[in-house]
């Protein structure tokens, strides 16, 4: 198979190199040195510096292409899934944009081609475990707790972010949505902070951000859903200070006659105090809880994860349990393992058995291991 990847940052380029293993992979992306840097990791991956925000250039750039994967940045994620769906590709995408992609559900159908969206961990594979779930158990309530974090705690922020930051502060200013008593309901983001301990690293604290998307309109007879980010204690309370004095209004201020955006001078400060090494350890942990019953009877079932930085292919653990979740969806495709026709979050892909025992042993070869418990 022909496959392009749309953003080789951290995740795309994970993407790129595990694909390159079976595939012939083209990597796009605006910055010639993240090209570079993957060049160097497997020079069998062809590169092409392009603008991605030039949307009518996609017919021409995708046109040799068998399957797509979108990892771009959020902000521009919808118009490039878009734009490559008019091109009449099958896509992988883990963009994590705000728009409903629900929407573009029509154009899939209309032109013929299988769209995975919010292929990443979570969203991602948490929707890939309800879903399979959701076939076995009338689920009541669902949680989902995960946490990309870098092993070495540094004052102030104990914080690295293997993506753009500024993804990762829209997690901080979007509101987050909901599920209550079968009622979608709106929270701040970062609010509602608990804490939660796990033997391996300890305490972490959790809040309050917008990950459940599609599940609240895929999966409405759920009645209760949450979902929370994890942080080392005391992360929330520094990135509310910054929130609750400005420092991510995107509304431009006059300073000595030049308008600035605050938040475009706080993603550029925080690009270069989060920017996560190439070689620096880090970890994913993750935990996804389903209460509900089965046959008649009370049944939880719960899988978690804990995963590292991989020293021997120098992949850091956010872009492999992210990045391989979207690899094993486009192996999917590319092995006519799922072929329907539309937009699919993964819940509505991991609803069939063989597609999800697909993704958990893809996962599992590449050392990325689920645990299931249940009771």
Known sequence: ?????????????????????????????????????????NPRIETQQSDLQNYSSYPQLLASFDIVVTAVPGFMG????????????????????????????????????????????????SNFIIGHHNEEMKIEALEVYVGGLPKVRKKPFQYKAPFSPADVIEEYIRPARLMENGHIVVRPALSEVEWIHFDEIGTLEAFNTDGLRSLLYTMPHIKNQKEKTMRYPGHVEIIRSLKESGFFNERSIDVDGTMISPLKVTSQILFNEWKLGLEEEELTVMKVKLIGKENGKDKTVEWSLLDYYDDESKTSSMARTTGYTCTAAVNLIAQDLFSEKGVFPPELVGKHKNCFDFVLDYLKERKVNWVKKEN
């Open 1 to 41: 198979m022909k496959i392009a990847v749309l953003g080789s940052g951290m995740v795309g380029s994970a993407i790129a190199l595990d694909l390159a293993s079976r595939h012939h992979v083209t990597a796009f992306d605006v910055s010639n040195t993240n090209l570079d840097l993957l060049k160097k990791r």
């Open 78 to 125: 919808y118009k490039t899934l878009e734009a490559a769906i008019n091109c009449g590709k099958n896509i992988v995408d883990i963009s994590f944009f705000p728009e409903d992609v629900l929407q573009l559900d029509k154009l899939a159908k209309e032109k013929g081609v299988t769209v995975i969206t919010d292929c990443g961990v979570a969203p991602g594979m």
